[in-house]
């Protein structure tokens, strides 16, 4: 690596314990031992995606991700996951070093516990304001995700966050950007504009060592930027946090599952709470149809707008040189 990108870097690589601030975003199915290992055995960051993963499920993953590699890991754990601070303690029990709290503000005591136990936390902070807050909470580092990364996602674009973000805190502490980078060149822009790293997902789905179903992986590859579009919310009582996935015909499924939980509400079957979780395990369950079972018409596939830039099945090494050597490059002109 160059002595400037080295720099530039450097503040991300010192809190993660990787080569190069590249984290490989934590997308559940597909965030497991294999990827997880291989982007860190890569020089990247690779982050375990615990998400609906019961205590002992997480136990055996991060076990057998150990095994895999000797570098550094972390894992994503759901703020609105029932058992979080179990889940905080198989990670103390493994000595995991960074743990990721996505989903939500993390409730109380979390960023305490994680701290309690020797690790660092990241958080993600989708305004300017809220990342303040977190920065007061004590957290180590944020992600910023625009709207145009894969998944749940917010309303504002990633170049507006980090022109509102960056300028304001990147002074205070390390800041990693997300959301349709596909690029060397986009990572150098952000780096250059005080960012300590970036985070990709949809980059690393068809990486040779990601599980994903062929079928999926095709999805992928035959996939552009306009194909990612987003979940309609069709009862503002139902708390939809939009996601953004390739068009299929899954894609309806998800609107009339909406109807479905709104007429539960309205005949008084289910209470909000509920409601909510019918919306997220509809998710965990068309995304494993389609991660694991290759479902891509009734699945979900999600997927960030920067689908249009992976073009081939190649090993997560490959990936990573690749940016690397764009970004340099870009850094050089």
């Known amino acids: 690596m160059s002595a400037k990108l080295d720099a530039l870097m450097a503040r991300g690589t010192a809190l993660l314990g990787s080569e190069v601030s590249i984290i490989c975003g934590a997308m559940s199915w597909i965030s497991e031992r294999n990827l997880v290992s291989a982007v860190s055995n890569a020089g990247g960051f690779g982050l375990i995606a615990c998400g609906a993963m019961t205590p002992e499920l997480l136990d055996t993953e991060i076990a057998a991700t150990k095994a895999m590699t000797d570098k550094p890991f972390g894992v994503n754990l759901i703020t609105m996951h029932p058992q979080l ?27 305490e516990a994680i701290k309690e136990m020797g690790a660092k936390v990241i958080c993600f902070a989708p305004a300017l304001a809220l990342a303040k807050k977190l920065i007061r909470s004590g957290v180590d580092a944020l992600i ?16 507006v966050l980090a022109q509102e973000i960056l300028p304001e805190l990147a002074g205070e502490l390390p800041i990693f950007v997300a959301g349709g980078i596909g690029r060397g060149e986009a990572i150098a822009s952000y780096l250059e504009m005080g960012a300590a790293g970036v985070q990709l997902g949809t980059r690393f789905v068809c990486a040779t060592e990601c599980i994903a179903h062929p079928d999926f992986k095709k999805a992928f590859l035959r996939g552009n930027a306009r194909d990612a579009i987003t979940s309609v919310q069709i009862d503002p009582r139902l708390p939809v946090i939009p996601v953004r996935a390739l068009k299929n015909a899954g894609t309806e499924e998800f609107t009339r599952k909406q109807r479905e939980v709104a007429q539960m509400l309205d005949d008084g079957k289910v209470d909000m709470m509920a409601a909510q979780l019918e919306i997220e395990h509809f998710w965990a369950g068309a995304l494993r149809r389609a991660v694991i079972d290759g479902d891509v018409e009734n699945g979900s596939l999600m997927a960030g707008q920067s689908v249009g ?6 090993p997560v090494a490959d990936i990573i040189a ?12």
Not at 98 to 110: C, T
Request: charged share 20%.
């Open 85 to 111: 601070f179990d889940l905080i303690a198989i990670c103390a029990k493994h000595e995991v070093g960074l743990i990721v709290l996505a989903g939500g503000l993390p409730p109380k005591g979390s960023i």
């Open 322 to 333: 690749q940016l690397i050597a764009q970004t340099e490059a870009a850094l050089e002109r």
């Open 144 to 159: 910023i995700e625009g709207m145009e990364a894969g998944g749940h996602i917010g309303p504002v674009a990633t170049s």
């Open 309 to 314: 830039m992976v073009t081939t099945e190649e």
